[in-house]
């Protein structure tokens, strides 16, 4: 909810805490200083940060000049924290208050910035020590990948996956000597032998054996399912991979893409193809379960591959405090070891958990967004929709170009896909709208609170839809003044009450409506009698008008 007056002249009166953090930044604000302090605060629990106010109590309003984009402010602590962060702006006639709302690290997590935790330290900030990180670490429970399994060895370790790993972890170090290392090194220098080498369960679920898992852990594998239709019963294919991830990871790619048909599209003398399954989210969807899945329970990871859907699902629901709605702004690595051995090779980023690069690459490729319909308490059920849903979107897309895509955030897709599908935007999505505008992905019609956006022409006329983008428009002011004096002909002598000329501009508000009809009284080409309800307006003598303003 938006921070009320009497809201903030309550944190005024209140004394500065761990929840509440005061800055006056009367002409700017470090964006580095403010990255620090939405950590401190995130990890003592959450609370708010207001700038422009005095430090020092009695407070007062003094009005600041920082990050004039709200919005802007907004997408860079997403983009470098991995956390959504709301960044309102409040006009007082003290000044402009900006209001920094910082939630809470979830049970189990610490937030940091670039590798550093940090925590409230009086008017300063200070790192967390490091009993402070394992207490926090503690809170969510052992971590079941990080714990040795007890009787493994390293004779259940595939030592080509191991050197896989090895090669992949140099190439994204940018260390060649990694290359140098034995396999006991490797596995020591990523944490993946402990209490005295011993081999770990993130270990066997990256590197083992058939015969390790079967022994040891048998349900960490994957079921992959292809069915042709949706009607019961055995599947047109099926394999099961029981073995370390990098012994099968390409292998399930090569299988899920034998069966990738590919959706042609006509863009002017060109035809383009699209597949219906892209590999990157594909790839993302299958990292996160085996990363994320509950490995304490029986279950097997399942895809399963439709001609035009593809589901992932994995045991274990959503770690406690993630939900479908906060998952992208929220992560709680469940397999904390595992993450970390997967980010060191460049496989995931230990800051997030991939969705942003499936919905991206869905509203890219005119595709739906994941859904997670379906998850409950005993499995996280993830789908990827593979028909493109609107051909036209995706070469409105490709025509912002490669460099312009680059440079949107998660938020610029997510605004993007509302206004194709006319949905609502919630306001985190709002303050993207004027950003898109200024690289021509949307237009905006109107100024101040009155001013709406919708797609660029561009689109338009790709759908071959100019007469839609027209409607959602709305006509020109020539076009407007014509159709009023154009149903006042068609009156004659009767002439027509306000109420008729909303009927004929129905999009338009009344003092819009009212605007028109003076600038047409001051060209002397109607006329009024009477006030108020009881006016009626008159085509003047002789008057003649068209669209171009020509009398």
Known sequence: MPTSVAQLQQWLLEPEGQRLEFKEAKQRYDFEKLLKYCVALANEGGGTMVLGVTDKRPRRIVGTQAFEDPGRTEAGLHTRLGHRIPVEEMRLPE????????????????????????????????????????????????????????????????????????????????????????????????????EGDQVSYAALILFGTHAGLTRWLAQAELVFEYRSSEAAGPAADREEYRAGFFAWQDALWKKINL???????????????????????????????????????????????????????????????????????????????LAEALGRCGLIERSGQGLNLMMESAVRQGKPLPSFAGTAAHEVRLTLEGGVRNPAFVRFMERLGDETLRSFSTLDYLALECLQQDRPLAPALQERLPALAEVGAVEVIGKGKTAKYMLAAALYATLGSKGTYTRKRGLDHGTNKALLLQHLKDQGEAGAPLSEFRQVLPSLPMKAVQKLLDELRNEGLINVLGQRRWARWYLADAAVFDPKGNT
């Open 95 to 194: 000044g402009r208050v900006l209001v920094v709302h910082v939630p809470s690290r979830l049970p189990g997590t610490a937030w940091n910035v670039d590798g550093s935790y940090f925590k409230r330290a009086g008017d300063d900030l200070a790192p967390l020590a490091d009993h402070e990180l394992r207490a926090m670490f503690a809170e969510g429970g052992p971590d079941f990948s990080a714990q040795p399994c007890p009787g493994a060895t390293l004779a259940d370790l595939e030592p080509e996956s191991i050197a896989l790993f090895r090669e992949r972890w140099a190439r994204k170090s940018g260390d060649p000597r990694r290359r140098e290392l034995s396999d006991l090194q490797t596995l020591r220098d990523a944490e993946l032998l402990v």
């Open 259 to 337: 069966r990738n048909d590919r959706q042609s599209y006509q863009d002017d003398f060109f035809r383009m193809d699209l597949p219906t399954f892209d590999e990157v989210p594909v790839r993302e969807a299958i990292l996160n379960a085996v990363a994320h899945r509950d490995y304490r329970l029986g279950g097997s990871i399942f895809v399963r591959q439709f001609a035009k859907r593809l589901e992932v699902v994995s045991p274990g629901g959503l770690p406690p405090g993630i939900t479908p709605e906060n998952i992208i702004d929220q992560q709680y690595p469940r397999n904390r070891r």
